[in-house]
């Protein structure tokens, strides 16, 4: 009796597949074209998988394409009045212009060349809307926040391996709960770790740059500030010495990030199976292992700490994230999940902190006038930033650190961090998606619609900012609109670590110019990079140390 029961159900189910299968099918071959028609006989309930092989993969590509099309044509009609960017072609619309030039700084020179406050653009076949104004940015990054979600696809396609699902990549409910989990782990007293673990690794730095003082000999210190960078936040987050994130991070981390970099304009090295594919997934694999066995391991360690009653203080963000773990929600999840907030954390903590530094030091150097101030404030905090009675690595590593209030006084090294992000625009384009049909400026923006946010063009807004191509730390000084200034972008979406990041840069940058005279071998230092994000220097930065 059972089993014809059971019979009967299975039977029920095959023919409820296959009744959603034909049903499918019928709705596809709607828009087949003609000569593809012919092969569809009359009878379409006689049609079988086997006979609609290759009959169904083309209707449902037609299908595709047909309502992708549609889309793209609501979207056109609807900014219809919005002026259209220069350098338009046919067929291909703007995307040549941005395969030929630097597309961030092509969308800047749209603006500057139109004088627009909207553009719209057409690339590889998406109708996109450009924006750059404060009070656009107001109202897509807050007051209407949620209808303007990040578009993932676009702009985080070849970095979601080290993404994942974490929080700068995410959206919706798991955005929420990943931003109040986080926003914990980033309390003051983590802020406060900050400082002692930037102190020894400038420390580490100076001894390493005291050793070619004045030989003459340079180094490149983009690329310290990235191995700097990375040891601060491999302890910050993981507990990691210096060591182990020198051994882990140059070997399964960097590579990643490099090839990522690559995709993003060669896409087909994802696909294409070479040495250097095969080299990008050993070598992801081998870092999501090392995190995920870190994890495990540290989560053991914590409940066995808390049966026994011998738990210390939460001496890390990991350890301060999972304080805050149900461990009845515990899982093979939860791992995945803290692997790929912590990637994230990697990947924002060091990249934009080290670019940051990088141009600040070539900025110091090519306004003298500057670089003195600089100075003069880092003494009043700092003395000489060199232990008079020690010799060797002492001499750095016995300066005192001062206490928080006194890193409060270095307010001229903050507008100097500030500016060199505002005139670097470190992170020059940002992208979102309407969810829903919106207006801007009186044009109805369609949902589905991409934004393509000129963040370069906010930064060097002649409207917001005088004289925005002179690097003038002063203007911090004043007043300005915190929607024409967004490195860390504004609202609910703001970059959580740019406290941590900032705190970091002083110490770093305040020491590193109290003990050294670096000096860039030439112009070509100051040439940017023209496709990797952040903005870096295109052929290193070298300087000779005095």
Not at 283 to 298: D, G, Q, S, V
Not at 324 to 347: N, Y
């Amino acid at each position: 009796m059972a089993a014809a029961a059971a019979n009967q159900a299975m039977d029920l189910a095959h023919q409820g597949l296959d009744w959603a299968f034909h049903r499918v099918v019928l709705q596809a071959a709607t828009i087949l074209p003609p000569w593809l028609l012919r092969h569809v006989p009359a009878n379409w309930q006689a049609l079988t998988p086997a006979k609609l092989a290759v009959v169904t993969p083309a209707a449902f590509i037609v299908a595709r394409i047909v309502m992708h099309q549609l889309h793209q044509l609501r979207i056109k009609f609807a900014l219809r009045n919005v002026q259209r960017a220069p350098q338009w072609l046919p067929i291909v619309g703007h995307t040549w212009a941005l395969l030929i030039g630097t597309p961030w700084d092509v969308f800047h020179s749209w603006f500057e060349t139109t004088g627009a406050d909207l553009l719209k653009a057409n690339v590889m076949g998406e109708n996109s809307l450009l924006v750059y104004k404060p009070r656009h940015l107001r109202q897509i990054m807050n007051s209407k926040l949620h209808n303007y979600p990040k578009d993932v696809d676009f702009a985080f396609k070849t970095f979601m391996d080290i993404l994942g699902s974490g929080l700068v990549s995410s959206n919706g409910a798991l955005w929420k709960k990943q931003r109040t989990l986080l926003s914990h782990a980033l309390r003051i007293d983590i802020l406060e770790e900050t400082m002692p673990v930037a102190k020894r690794a400038i420390d580490r730095l100076s001894e390493k740059l005291e050793a070619i003082r004045g030989t003459g000999e340079y180094i490149e210190i983009a690329e310290e500030f990235r191995v700097l960078t990375l040891q601060v936040i491999g302890e910050l987050i993981l507990s990691l010495s210096p060591e182990e994130s020198s051994r882990v991070f140059p070997d399964l981390y960097l590579p990643i990030m490099e090839e990522a970099n690559r995709r993003v304009w060669e896409p087909y090295r994802a696909y294409i199976p070479t040495p250097g594919w095969f080299h990008y997934n050993r070598t992801l694999h081998e870092l999501n292992n090392y995190l995920c066995n870190l994890i495990r391991k540290r989560w053991a360690d914590r409940q066995a700490a808390v049966a026994a009653g011998t738990n210390e203080d939460d001496k890390d963000i990991l350890e301060v994230i999972m304080a805050d773990i149900d461990p009845a929600t515990w899982g093979e999840g939860t791992v995945l999940q803290l692997r790929d907030e912590i990637k994230t954390f990697i990947m924002a903590g060091h990249e934009t902190s080290a670019a940051m530094m990088t141009w600040a030091c070539y900025e110091l150097h090519r306004h003298p006038e500057v670089r003195e101030k600089f100075i003069q404030e880092a003494q009043a905090v700092f003395g000489t930033g060199i232990a008079a009675d020690a010799e060797g690595a002492d001499k750095f590593t016995k300066t005192p650190l001062p206490a928080n209030e006194q890193l409060k006084g270095l307010q001229y090294t903050m507008n100097v961090l500030k500016e060199t992000l505002r005139f670097y625009s470190l992170v020059p384009v940002v992208a979102r998606v309407t969810v829903e049909d919106d207006v801007l400026d009186g044009h109805v923006v369609p949902a589905g619609t991409r934004i393509l946010i000129s963040l370069r063009s906010a930064h060097d807004n002649p409207e917001t900012w005088k004289d925005p191509m002179t690097y003038r730390p002063e203007r911090f000084d004043e007043p300005f609109d915190l929607y024409a200034f967004m490195p860390f972008i504004q609202g609910p979406r703001n970059c959580l670590g740019q406290h941590l990041a900032l705190l970091e840069a002083r110490i770093v940058m305040a020491l590193l110019m109290l003990r050294f005279k670096l000096t860039p071998r030439d112009e070509s230092c100051g040439e940017r990079h023209p496709s990797i994000v952040p903005v870096c220097p295109k052929n290193g930065m070298w300087v000779r140390v005095d």
